[in-house]
């Protein structure tokens, strides 16, 4: 079986604007580290796509665009662990790797602090409502 080449940050992916979504153009596997403590690893099929960070459009112009350069690998990692998190544990890991990553991409202060705030919120009221389920 052929080896899927690896990707570190968001710079080297194989992807193209597709209408609001990015694609990827081949397969890729995806690989991470945040502070030599947590490993993310992901395998993303050719097609596949995503869509950036959940910015509402009222937000637009003060946090950014949702597909911006300096989003994207924190949002990617953000979104593809709320996908698998079962637990309310598992969805705070995945908002505090979204506030490292944006940190280590060197995104300001207010912005990923913003960014962080409204997932936390988001979270919370998804959280709350599954509880009462």
Do not use: N
Not at 34 to 59: H, T, V, W
């Amino acid at each position: 079986m052929t080896e899927l080449p690896v990707v570190h940050c968001w710079d080297t992916l194989p992807v193209c604007l597709m209408g609001d979504r990015l694609e990827f153009l081949t397969s890729v596997a995806m690989r991470g580290q945040i502070l030599g403590a947590i490993k993310l690893q992901i395998d993303e099929p050719e097609g596949s796509s995503y869509d950036g960070a959940s910015i509402p459009r009222a937000f637009w112009s003060i946090v950014g665009h949702p597909l911006q350069t300096e989003f994207r690998w924190a949002s990617y990692w953000h979104d593809r662990l709320c996908e698998r998190s079962r637990t309310w544990s598992e969805r705070r890991l995945a908002d505090a790797v979204l506030l490292t990553l944006l940190e280590l991409d060197d995104v300001g202060y207010f912005r990923r602090t913003a960014m962080w705030l409204a997932v936390r919120a988001y979270a919370w009221a998804v959280w709350s409502w599954r509880r009462r389920r």
